[in-house]
Every structure is written in C-alpha cells, then in structure tokens.
C-alpha cells in the first residue's frame, strides 16, 4: 500500500508539474502572440499604407505618362517626326555625295541623333492613340505627305531634287545652306513646344533638340565660312 500511495503521489506531482509548464508555455505563446499581432498589424497597416501610396505613385506616374500631354505636344510629335525625316534623306544623300569629310562627319552625326528620336516620338502618339506619320520610303522622302513647306525649314519637292542631283563641293555648300534652314525651322517648332507643351519628356526632347541643333547651326555656319 505504502508502495502504491507513493507512486500515486509521484504521478499527480509530475501531472501538476507538466500541467503547470503547459500553462507557462501557454501564457509566453499567448503574450508573444499578442507582441506578434501587435507588430503584424502595425507593420500591416504601414505595409498596406506603403503599397496604397506606391500604388497611387505607379498609377499617377501610368497617367502621366499615357494621358498627361495637350494638343501641343500631339502637333509637335506628329510635326517633328517628317521634320526629322527629311533631315535623315538629306545626311543619307551626303553619304555619296559630300566631298567633305567634315560635311559627311556631320551627316552621320544627325542621322545617329534623330533616327531615335523618331521612334521615340512614333511612340509616344500610339501610346495617345494618335496618328503616326508613315515612315519614309526609299526615294519617296520629299514627297511624303505633310512634308511640305508648311512646317519651317522643309525643303520642297524641287531642292530636294537638286540636292539629289548634286555632288562634290556643290553639294557640301547646297547640303549646309539647306540644313541651316532645317535646323532653324527646328528649333523653331522646338522652342514652341518648350513653351505650350505639356507632356514633360516631349519638352525635354525639345530642349535637347534647341541646344544640338543650334550647336549644329554654328558648326555648318563655319563650314560655309560664315562663322
């Protein structure tokens, strides 16, 4: 019996003591629980405050980017992209036709320039869901729609003709006098966006074009002993 009572005894000891650490080990689960739940809820309010405001960042920032431009800026893209063809018809007949290594130096350096910018602006009116001029066709460059001499500094079908048809010293003096005008004329439509444009990179764009394409102007000046 003395036997039996002692192992009794010993059970309902090690039953209070298991118990007793079950309710412990309850109790620091509980409080860390409520530390956890407290941290979580805080950080998922920060977290989902973080995520509205990025969200309303990124959706801004869509906006801006497809809707945020004015009828300006729409004319300058559609505009500037012939502008710019014309320009690239012009360096590509240098190609051959230039006696000057300088003149043909400068040639490249517009094509590498405005090509991209081309695309660029191609991009930016399908993103408008706006026209596109249609790129240029081999031997058709001066005689694209909207390529006329409405817009400043194009050349007409006639001295685009001519320059075709030039080569050596006459066609760098010819090549220079024109792209004077051309750039000139590009500036101008430039500089008119710079100031009533509303899509920001289609400003910057015109900034850059403002400040190369003067650059430009001096340089051919030079060339044709003006500067």
């Known amino acids: 019996m003395i036997h039996t009572r002692s192992l009794t005894l010993r059970s309902l000891t ?8 079950a309710v412990t080990a309850a109790l620091v689960l509980a409080a860390c629980g409520n530390d956890s739940d407290s941290g979580s809820d805080s950080g998922s309010g920060s977290s989902s405050e973080a995520g509205a405001s990025a969200g309303a960042s990124t959706g ?3 906006s801006e980017s497809a809707g945020a431009h004015n009828d300006q800026d729409v004319a300058f893209a559609q505009g500037m992209i012939p502008h710019h063809q014309q320009a690239l018809a012009m360096s590509e007949m240098a190609a051959d036709q230039a006696s000057s290594a300088k003149v043909k130096d400068l040639a490249a350096r517009v094509e590498k320039a405005q090509d991209p910018e081309i695309k660029t602006m191609t991009g930016w009116l399908k993103a408008w869901g706006e026209d596109a001029p249609m790129e240029s066709m081999p031997g058709m460059d001066h005689d694209m729609p909207g390529m006329g001499s409405d817009m400043p500094g194009m050349m007409d079908s006639k001295e685009m003709d001519e320059l075709m048809k030039a080569s050596g010293k006459d066609f760098d003096t010819m090549f220079l006098t024109m792209m004077v005008e051309h750039h000139k004329g590009a500036v101008e439509m430039a500089t008119t966006e710079k ?9 910057t764009l015109a ?5 190369a394409q003067n650059a430009e102007i001096t340089e051919m000046n030079k060339l044709l002993g003006k500067g």
């Open 60 to 62: 801004a920032s869509a």
């Open 207 to 211: 900034d850059d074009i403002v400040t």
């Open 14 to 21: 090690r039953r209070t003591a298991l118990a007793a650490t």
């Open 195 to 203: 100031e009533k444009g509303e899509y920001g990179p289609a400003k």
